[in-house]
């Protein structure tokens, strides 16, 4: 693990995490990579070198920390043509950034084109000295980070157009098993019986949701997203790409061995079949073997009863007709362009981060690019945004990540039901099928252009995201940001004159 201060190399290497070996982009040389640790409070400042090699994307990167609200700091965000420039090969970048009023669980990745498909993904734990759910746990530390990610033995497509991918393998804590693939060694997660666990679950996934559950054994959700939730038991629950879960699990079982599985949607390979999707707790005590648990859930959390899951304390500007600003953002496929559209435009990333569209004195979201893709939002304001559903057809259900924000999740996609009363928060929520209708609040209290994308990443290369610029052009309840020699040294020709 890294602390709030570090350097973070970025590189290429070979490496086999299923048996199979590929040449991937990395964090600090591992995958995931190294988990970055800090406390509520903290200053961050995470110098990210690029030492990549491999000749794609223009060797480039950018790192974007999922979940941190980048409070005054949008600069900080890492989204590649929205808050800075992709960090050009032999450079780096300095994020310093200070995560004043959050804690939870978190996890970084590259906002380059679908280059975190290819390896650059880690977790990111802000601890809480002030956790009120302390007395309900003993352990929760590195040992306790469970991270599931879907992964490919081809390169991420990264031209536009390029066809989605589908996965070969699910990697819990970087390990895992492809079909005909050799019986590679399975994460273990060593447990002692009585002991309390707070898990903190991680989909880091580009595409699939996971059906996450480890036999016989309870889960109590107190976390979603980097947002405490009233305490809720089930024995399994449904994660989307991006988002995050903590539970306490106690090992109240006999001495043994259990299966966690993560079992993905019908875009990963599901199934056991030979420990596919797999890895395994394991009591102190227990045999060195594998589990021979089976286990069939009758509680578990999904996204249409996510209204199971409620906020405990935070007062809410969620009333029934408290919202200021109502949007709504319905998707399509273009098939001719092959694109997603939101309203009718793809995003297509612009040449000029829209940040530095902003700070150079662009006004309005009719002249910030790409055009039709910006959405300039009033500080201090109650938005509601609704983002209806598409069929399977067409790639859904779609996992929306909003930057820069938590929000109140008044209708989850696949619920019919509303709930302004209470209703859970979190950052990444999926807008369920055609019948569906994803609805969320939150306030503009944060200034800059923050993304809202689906965090499949296939969708997102595809265009299938929007910026919502907000309380331009005030920037000033911004800090100072970095000069454009800082956020877009290689790109000198493109600097408008007025920077
Ligand atoms: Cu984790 Cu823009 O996303």
């Known amino acids: ?7 973070l190399v970025i590189s290429n290497k070979v490496i086999s995490p299923d048996g199979f070996e590929r040449s991937a982009v990395l964090a600090g040389g591992t995958f995931p990579g190294p988990v970055i640790k800090g406390r509520r409070g903290d200053r961050f400042k995470l110098n990210v070198i690029d030492s990549l090699t491999d000749n794609t994307m ?40 200070r995560v004043s009023n959050q804690a939870g669980t978190y ?11 290819d390896g650059l993904r880690g977790a990111f734990v802000v601890y809480d000295p002030l956790d009120p759910y302390q007395f309900l746990y003993d352990v929760d530390d590195e040992s306790t980070i469970i991270t599931l990610a879907d992964w490919y033995h081809a390169p991420a497509p990264s031209a536009n157009g390029g066809l989605p991918l589908a996965s070969q393998a699910t990697l819990i804590n970087g390990k895992g098993r492809y079909p005909n693939g050799p019986a590679v060694p399975l994460s273990v997660i060593n447990v002692k019986q009585h002991k309390r666990y707070r898990f903190r679950i991680i989909a880091m996934s580009c595409d699939p ?9 309870t889960l109590t959700v107190i976390e979603a997203d980097g947002e405490y939730t009233t305490p809720l038991e089930v024995d399994s629950l449904q994660i989307y790409a991006g988002q995050r879960y903590s539970v306490v699990m106690k090992a109240n079982q006999p001495v043994g061995n259990y299966w966690i599985r993560a079992n993905p949607d019908l875009r990963g390979l599901p199934g056991f079949d030979g420990g596919r999707n797999s890895a395994i707790l394991r009591y102190a005590g227990a045999p060195v073997a594998d589990p021979t648990t089976n286990y069939t859930s009758t509680n578990p959390l999904k996204e249409v009863n996510l209204h199971a899951l409620f906020n405990p304390w935070v007062p809410g500007r969620h009333e029934v007709g408290g919202a200021d600003v109502n949007i709504n953002i319905a998707h399509t496929f273009n098939f001719n362009t092959f694109h997603y559209e939101m309203n009718g435009k793809p995003f297509i990333p612009p040449t000029v981060p829209v940040l530095l569209q902003i700070l150079s004195g662009t ?41 820069g924000h ?16 209470n209703p859970v928060r979190r950052d ?3 807008t369920g099928l055609a019948d569906g209708n994803a609805t969320i609040r939150f306030v503009t209290d944060n200034a800059g252009p923050w993304f809202l994308h689906c965090h499949i990443d296939w969708h997102l290369e595809l265009g299938l995201a929007v910026v919502f610029a907000e309380d331009i052009p005030r920037t000033s309840q911004m800090d100072p940001p970095p000069s454009w020699d800082q956020l877009c040294p290689k790109y000198n020709s493109l600097k408008p004159d007025q920077l």
Do not use: M
Request: net charge negative; aromatic share 14%; glycine share 8%.
């Open 428 to 430: 990444t929520v999926n």
């Open 363 to 403: 006004q309005s979201a009719q002249d910030l690019l790409p055009a039709g893709s910006v959405y300039s939002l009033p500080p201090n304001k109650v938005i509601e945004l609704s983002l209806p559903g598409t069929g399977v057809e067409l790639g859904g259900p779609h996992p929306f990540h909003l930057h």
């Open 1 to 7: 693990a890294i602390g709030p201060v570090s350097d």
């Open 406 to 421: 938590s929000f109140w999740v008044v209708r989850s996609g696949d619920s019919p039901t509303y709930n302004y009363k």
């Open 107 to 117: 996890w970084y990745h590259s906002h380059l084109s679908t280059q975190y498909c």
């Open 209 to 217: 949701s996971f059906n996450f559950v480890i036999d016989n054994h």
């Open 58 to 97: 223009l060797r480039s990167t950018s790192i974007h920390w999922h979940g941190i609200f980048q409070d005054k700091t949008n600069f900080a965000d890492g989204t590649s043509f929205v808050t800075q420039c992709p960090i050009a090969a032999n450079d780096s970048f300095l994020y310093d950034f």
